[in-house]
């Protein structure tokens, strides 16, 4: 099966400007997670979804992060306006179901100069 | 690869020696406890997890021990090969539900041929 695919691999903007991160997961998996690691630090979670509803956006840092996945299948997360501490690499995981392990992609590496 | 803004613990090992990673974890209600492995330009990939109705469990050269006195984990991993040179992270969850997966802040391993 293909596995979890997340667009770009990289991406480097200037603070202030906006960026989308897409995240494909495999086929069939309602359940979709937004992580991020940043300054080699901890993988810190963003937020779930279950199919096209937020389960969980407790880890999303404000209001400048908005994560949408219409449909239930692919799933975006966009930063308006980016900020330099935006900067980290941008994981998206998927499972069938809460009990599964977690099945992630390579990340998007985000630079925010 | 990954950038280091903060240095992660960096355990170097000889190749063919036995590695032993530790974690402590924090949420004394978790019940469930897994190691991912993420190498350079990847995400992170499950190599063993673990129940706590369990205090050990095996794996194709690798080793999971979990000690809930002490909310301790660690993964052994016999025979260190160059392919296991990569950031290990412990994650706890507590099982059930839409809980989601804590990760740690991650060991680096080096394996020396």
């Known amino acids: 099966e293909a596995g979890v695919t997340q667009f770009p691999s990289h991406s480097v903007i200037e603070k202030g400007q906006t960026v989308t991160l897409r995240c494909d997961p495999i086929?069939?998996?309602?359940?979709l997670y937004w992580y991020r690691r940043v300054m080699g630090k901890e993988i810190k979670f963003l937020l779930h979804?279950?199919?096209?509803?937020?389960?969980?956006e407790s880890g999303m840092p404000n209001n400048r992060f908005l994560a949408e996945r219409t449909g239930g299948t692919y799933s975006t997360l966009k930063v308006q306006p980016a900020e330099l501490e935006d900067s980290g690499v941008y994981f998206c995981?998927?499972?069938?179901?809460?009990?599964?392990?977690?099945?992630f992609g390579n990340g998007t590496r985000l630079t925010v100069t | 690869g990954e950038s280091v803004g903060l240095h992660l613990p960096t355990l170097s090992v000889q190749e063919g020696d036995n590695s032993i990673i530790n974690c402590a974890y924090s949420?004394?209600?978790?019940?469930?406890f897994i190691w991912y492995k993420q190498e350079s330009g990847k995400g992170p990939q499950f190599i063993i997890d673990?129940?706590?109705?369990?205090d050990k469990r095996q794996g194709q050269r690798v080793t999971v021990l979990l000690n809930k006195t002490v909310k301790h984990l660690s993964l052994q991993i016999a025979a260190t090969q160059p392919g296991d040179s990569a950031v290990y992270f412990c994650?706890?969850?507590?099982?059930?539900?839409?809980?989601?997966?804590?990760f740690g802040t991650g060991t680096k391993l080096q394996v020396i041929p």
């Open positions: 673990i129940r706590s109705n369990m």
């Open positions: 979804f279950v199919k096209e509803s937020k389960q969980d």
């Open positions: 994650a706890e969850k507590v099982a059930g539900g839409y809980q989601k997966v804590t």
């Open positions: 995981a998927s499972s069938h179901n809460t009990e599964d392990i977690l099945h």
């Open positions: 086929s069939g998996h309602d359940n």
């Open positions: 949420n004394s209600a978790s019940d469930y």
